[in-house]
């Protein structure tokens, strides 16, 4: 699977904790930038789910964004 996606989490978020193991089991490289301590990408988040900040949330290379996908949503995701 070519390219690296990034997720947009918190430190508290058990989905995000739960993704990134299931991605770092698979292989799926990731950036994590957590939303809590970059405001930017804060504004992001609620920008990509109509006001609302959830994680994770994953921007892939194409330029589109999931608010917390599954593992086979994100490798489906990848793979298309």
Partial sequence: MAGTVTMY???WCGYCR???SQ???EGIAYTEVNI???PESA???EQVN???QLVP???FPDGSALPN???AQVKEKLSA
Avoid: A, Q, Y
Wanted: proline residues 4%.
């Fill in 9 to 11: 989490s918190t430190t």
């Fill in 18 to 20: 739960r993704l990134k």
């Fill in 23 to 25: 991605m770092e089991r």
């Fill in 36 to 38: 809590e301590h970059d």
């Fill in 43 to 45: 504004k992001f988040v």
């Fill in 50 to 52: 109509n006001g609302n």
């Fill in 57 to 59: 949330t994953v921007l």
């Fill in 69 to 71: 996908p599954s593992l």
